[in-house]
T-cell receptor, first 114, second 111 residues
């Protein structure tokens, strides 16, 4: 079956612009996660959704970052007034349930802020 | 907070040699541990998931062990092939369900 998909695959934007990143999880997966992989920083957790609610937003680096999930499916990560330090690969993952389940990752969105 | 460390950071072996990749974690109340493979410019591919109640998991040439008491997991890859060249990441899940990743071990298998 189809895996996790993300769009766009690459995004180049100018500093100060807003960007939206999209994640389509595996059908039927209730849990959805966003991570960020920065050069030299490794992978860091951003936010977790169970259904449409986000019980944990603790990983969002600033109030310029927000995410929503509608219909228990597609999620959008929005970065407002982008900064150069936001340049990274943004990875989305989904799992059938919550903790204890294998997380399956999408190919990521490579964001470059000039 | 779960801290995950992977040693070595890079490894180069001749084809056919067995690979041993080490992962250590600080929170012994780990829920499960997952090993991933990442190819350059690509996303993460899940290799093995070990639940906290398990000691090891096997899939083909891959075997992963988990020792909660010592805070260690080891990924063994038997009879390495050039196609095994990639970065291998381990990640632990504690009760808060988010994955805490190590920095990865970059493996090069020389033909």
């Amino acid at each position: 079956g189809a895996g996790v998909s993300q769009s766009p695959s690459n995004k180049v934007t100018e500093k100060g612009k807003d960007v939206e990143l999209r994640c389509d999880p595996i059908s039927g997966h209730t849990a959805l996660y966003w991570y960020r992989q920065s050069l030299g920083q490794g992978l860091e957790f951003l936010i977790y959704f169970q259904g449409n609610s986000a019980p944990d937003k603790s990983g969002l680096p600033s109030d310029r970052f927000s995410a929503e999930r509608t219909g228990g499916s597609v999620s959008t990560l929005t970065i407002q007034r982008t900064q150069q330090e936001d340049s990274a690969v943004y990875l989305c993952a989904s799992s059938l349930g919550g903790s204890g389940e294998t997380q399956y990752f999408g190919p990521g969105t490579r964001l470059l802020v000039l | 907070k779960q801290e995950v460390t992977q040693i070595p950071a890079a490894l180069s072996v001749p084809e056919g040699e067995n690979l041993v990749l080490n992962c250590s974690f600080t929170d012994s109340a780990i829920y499960n541990l997952q090993w991933f493979r990442q190819d350059p410019g690509k996303g993460l591919t899940s290799l093995l998931l070990i639940q906290s109640s398990q000691r090891e998991q096997t899939s083909g040439r891959l075997n992963a062990s988990l020792d909660k008491s010592s805070g260690r997991s080891t990924l063994y890859i038997a009879a390495s092939q050039p196609g095994d060249s990639a970065t291998y990441l381990c990640a632990g899940v504690s009760s808060d369900y988010k994955l805490s990743f190590g920095a990865g071990t970059t493996v090069t298998v020389r033909a």
